[in-house]
């Protein structure tokens, strides 16, 4: 009896959440429209890239630089400087990216001055797909720098009397765009 019971109540409860009629028809189901897509970058606009990862992903760059690109225990950022500036004299900026040791960049205005850490400096044209190496540097002690056209590279070089801190001698080799390729001139 008490289980006839236990029924007609459970029977009486769903009964009473049910609506008149049975399944009630609203009208047709609204189509649905997905969100729109990421527009594309305005025309002139750089696009912004992980330094790192694109020397990480880059077949051209070493794996003595690549096992560089760990965080510095002193700061914990990576020891990469970049910066975009228009190299090869087309009006869009390119970015620059040297690899220093840990906690040594200096960066100066437009120009990367890292005498005293850099290992290496590579040039990337960021607008195409993907990321091309324009100019790879390879040596310590470089600085990039533009003027009319001309890539100043610069490497400090020490002299017997210099102090470990402070070279005082400079070599430079400079470069010209030709639309293709950085080709050296000096």
């Known amino acids: 009896m008490r289980g006839v019971a236990v029924g007609l109540m459970c029977l009486m409860l769903l009964g009473g959440c049910a609506t008149?009629?049975?399944?009630?028809?609203?009208?047709?189901?609204?189509?649905?429209?997905?969100?729109?897509?990421?527009?594309?970058?305005?025309?002139?606009?750089?696009?912004?890239?992980?330094?790192?990862?694109?020397l990480r992903t880059d077949s051209k760059v070493t794996d003595k630089i690549k096992s560089l690109l760990t965080p510095c225990p002193q700061s914990g950022r990576f020891p990469v400087d970049s910066r975009y500036v228009d190299l090869t004299g087309d009006g869009v900026a390119e970015m620059i990216v040297a690899v220093t040791?840990?906690?040594?960049?200096?960066?100066?205005?437009?120009?990367?001055?890292?005498?005293?850490?850099?290992?290496?400096?590579?040039?990337?044209?960021?607008?195409?797909?993907?990321?091309?190496?324009?100019?790879?540097?390879?040596?310590?002690?470089?600085?990039?720098d533009q003027n009319d056209g001309?890539?100043?590279?610069?490497?400090?070089?020490?002299?017997?009397?210099?102090?470990s801190c402070c070279p005082s001698a400079r070599t430079f080799t400079y470069y010209k765009w030709t639309g293709t390729i950085f080709e050296r001139i000096k």
């Open 150 to 163: 001309v890539v100043q590279v610069t490497q400090w070089e020490y002299r017997s009397n210099d102090p």
């Open 20 to 54: 008149a009629g049975g399944i009630k028809v609203e009208g047709p189901a609204t189509q649905v429209t997905p969100p729109p897509s990421t527009p594309p970058p305005p025309s002139g606009v750089i696009p912004s890239f992980d330094p790192v990862a694109l």
């Open 101 to 144: 040791y840990c906690d040594t960049t200096i960066p100066v205005g437009k120009v990367i001055d890292t005498r005293f850490g850099s290992v290496a400096t590579y040039v990337y044209d960021v607008v195409a797909k993907p990321p091309v190496d324009l100019l790879a540097v390879d040596q310590p002690g470089y600085i990039l």
